[in-house]
């Protein structure tokens, strides 16, 4: 060191490979140096004059020969102090000091230089990722191009991008990540493998990220590892020491692993129900193999039968999750975290809560979101989903008649549990964009600072991604700010209303419009429509009895149309589609009003966003644009589908008489296509002139 830099400068006060404070000083300096083209050097040793001192606080207790005054603590959580004559950064723990490093990095990068001391804690223990990464390469739900962690059924080599994504994660304060698709395959656990999680292990090592793998349940009898047994039965002895060594090798190999995801008994699936044993039986064999090792075990709330009888008016898929863990609760490990989705079907524009919140006191839960737009335009559509997760969050669920936030249920608070968080769906891939689309990546983003703090404002934190990602230009946060928080409405608007759920194609791809295939099949996503009513009756008075799997005053709430919001009244209620909403207009004239009204404004999107010709860089301004004027199209095929479907299959006209006028649209018979051979759409109200 020559000197040049004299009190400028960075001690990080653990500088071993590997570590998240060498990590964090690390990241203080290449942030430094592109913030204010500065080059600070780092120093491992104290030294009064440093400028920026980032460690633990036990670390900054041995190398100052003091203890820092800063206010309790919590895992991972951070004391930032930018008054004094040095900045001190210090973490409950080394992801902690990462934490803080970032968190100060994000404040500089923003021109926010006020002088600031405060201590952060997050709002869970687990605040982790899943991906649904398969083996050879592909993703379940990813629309951001293959893995970054599986090729050709084994382990990549080259991690670069692994780190990269480790980085962007411990930036949002996530510290676990699940690599591999909840439809797993044993063969990941073999050894060619195993030692694979090794080297993704090591690259997330450093930012603070553990590792964590789905597995299948049936692995013992599937011959690929360890041996074949004749069953996968959580009790027999054969499989529970099966399992053990399968840990221990792992634990060798990977000694912070994480933990297990498990889906057991759902969609084929195989699970502990083929043995008669309980969803408990199931979790406890792997939680137990855990135990010793420190991990936990993410044990799926998704459990429901797929083939549903659709003539039989009290079958409900919505009841399906409370119906399984009936009589459960407190029956699992301590180490065993229920992971549950938002809504009791899966992940649709718009569900009331899952009542499994609530029924669960005894047992620890996780929210499950999904920051891939599976049902919500799979990226081609611009979705800000953090005001839709927040209608679940924000939930009082009234459990024993006492305010009972989802959010301080899965965070622990509520019902005294020591772990709890989140998991979301990310599903990231090669892309540069990671997934897929610019604008999406707010919802990562979004997801991570939410995650740290369930009562933090969507807004504010969609403006602080857009100045961090975009520019701090007050055009651009506007245009972005007004783009993003309208979006989900409209698509919503265009897509379903009133809670009959995203009226996708539920078959497969669930992507464009397809009100048709919604019912007659056994997955039990129905709309329950025919030439006069719609909607799924989920009363007990009536229906399939859903509404009394909630605590009494949200049930009362549900069972009764009058205090149903309309934004949920086709989700508890079968009703004439004349029915009158409290907003004083029928449901069809709703359906027909709402698609207008999304259809339109995804219209301005391309309008607005050109007004940021010039003020963005050339490459995202013109993606962006690409995906938003398919959005603006697609959203009028959206509208002129469901509407047409409902107008034929009810007869009732709009009042506004727009149905055969179509705006904006231009038919394919009327354009020179060139490739492309005429193709039976079904229902043919999603294809152009209706053939
Ligand atoms: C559904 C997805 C399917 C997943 C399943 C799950 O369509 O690909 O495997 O959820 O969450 O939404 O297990």
Not at 56 to 63: D, L
Not at 104 to 122: E, H, R, T
Not at 547 to 560: A, D, F
């Amino acid at each position: 060191e020559t000197g040049i830099n004299a009190w400028l400068r960075i001690v990080a006060l653990n500088t071993s490979a590997n570590s998240p404070v060498d990590t964090a000083g690390a990241e203080l300096q290449k942030g430094i140096s592109s913030i204010f083209g500065k080059n600070l050097t780092i120093a491992s040793h104290s030294s009064s004059s440093a400028s920026i001192v980032v460690g633990t606080v036990s670390e900054y207790a041995s190398a100052y020969g003091q203890s820092p005054k800063t206010p309790q603590l919590e895992n991972d959580g951070f004391w930032l102090n930018t008054t004094g004559p040095s900045v001190q950064i210090l973490g409950q723990n080394e992801r902690g000091a990462l934490y803080g490093a970032f968190e100060y990095l994000s404040m500089l990068a923003q021109g926010n230089f006020s002088k600031v001391a405060y201590a952060s804690n997050p709002a869970a223990p687990v605040r982790w990722v899943n991906q649904w990464d398969n083996l050879d390469g592909s993703i379940e739900r990813g629309y951001g191009g293959k893995s970054i962690f599986f090729t050709n059924g084994l382990v990549v080599n080259t991690t670069d991008r692994v780190s990269q994504y480790a980085r962007l994660l411990a930036s949002i304060g996530i510290n676990g990540v699940v690599v591999n698709n909840v439809n797993a395959n044993s063969s990941l656990l073999s050894p060619t493998n195993v030692a694979g999680l090794g080297r993704l292990a090591d690259a997330f090592r450093p930012y603070g990220v553990q590792v964590g793998i789905a597995l299948d349940f049936a692995s013992p009898t599937e011959g690929l590892v360890y041996g074949n047994l004749s069953t996968y039965d959580p009790l027999d002895a054969g499989v529970i020491s099966w399992w053990q060594n399968v840990t221990g090798t792992l634990y060798r190999t990977v000694p912070d692993f994480g933990g297990y995801l498990v889906k057991a008994d759902s969609e084929g699936q195989p699970g502990p129900l083929t043995d008669n044993r309980t969803l408990a039986d199931g979790a406890n064999l792997f939680a137990n193999a855990l135990k010793p090792h420190g991990g936990i075990l993410m044990f799926r709330a998704f459990v429901y039968n797929d083939m549903i009888n659709e003539t039989d008016w009290k079958a409900d898929r919505a009841n399906a999750a409370v119906d399984f863990f009936s009589g459960l609760d407190g029956k699992f490990a301590d180490n065993v975290i229920i992971q549950i989705k938002y809504g009791p079907i899966d992940f649709q524009v718009r569900e009331p809560t899952s009542p499994l919140f609530a029924y669960l006191q005894n047992t620890s839960t996780a929210i499950e979101l999904e920051v891939t737009q599976e049902y919500l335009g799979q990226q081609c559509h611009l979705v800000y989903l953090p005001p839709l997760w927040k209608t679940v969050l924000d939930f009082d669920l009234r459990k024993n008649h006492q305010p009972s936030l989802v959010r301080n249920i899965i965070t622990g608070k509520r019902f005294n549990r020591p772990l709890g968080g989140s998991a979301a769906v990310v599903n990231v891939g090669l892309n540069d964009t990671w997934l897929g689309s610019h604008l999406s990546m707010s919802n990562l983003y979004a997801y991570g600072r939410l995650a740290w703090n369930w009562a933090d404002d969507p807004q504010a934190i969609l403006q602080d991604w857009t100045r961090l990602t975009f520019s701090p230009d007050p055009t651009v946060i506007q245009t972005i700010t007004n783009l993003s928080m309208s979006s989900w409405p409209a698509y919503e608007n265009y897509t379903g209303n009133l809670g009959i759920q995203t009226l996708t194609d539920i078959l497969y791809t669930h992507f464009g419009p397809n009100p048709a295939s919604q019912d007659g099949n056994g997955w039990g996503q129905w709309t329950r429509a025919d030439g006069k009513t719609i909607g799924m009756d989920r009363t007990v008075s009536n229906g399939t009895g859903f509404s009394g799997q909630y605590p009494q005053e949200i049930m009362e709430m549900y069972e009764n149309i009058t205090t149903t919001p309309d934004n949920l009244v086709l989700w508890f209620h079968h009703v004439n589609y004349t029915h009158q909403l409290h907003s004083g207009e029928t449901v069809i004239q709703h359906f027909y009003n709402a698609h207008y009204a999304g259809a339109d404004t995804a219209q301005t999107f391309v309008t607005q966003w050109e007004g940021l010709q010039g003020k963005i860089d050339a490459e995202r301004y013109n993606e962006t644009l690409f995906r938003l004027t398919f959005q603006a199209g697609h959203s009028i095929v959206w509208r002129d589908a469901i509407t047409g479907f409902y107008h034929n299959l009810s007869g009732v006209s709009d009042t506004q008489g727009r149905l055969k006028n179509h705006p904006w649209r231009i038919e394919a018979e009327s354009m020179n296509l060139k490739g492309y051979k005429p193709y039976t759409v079904s229902p043919f109200e999603t294809a152009s002139n209706t053939t």
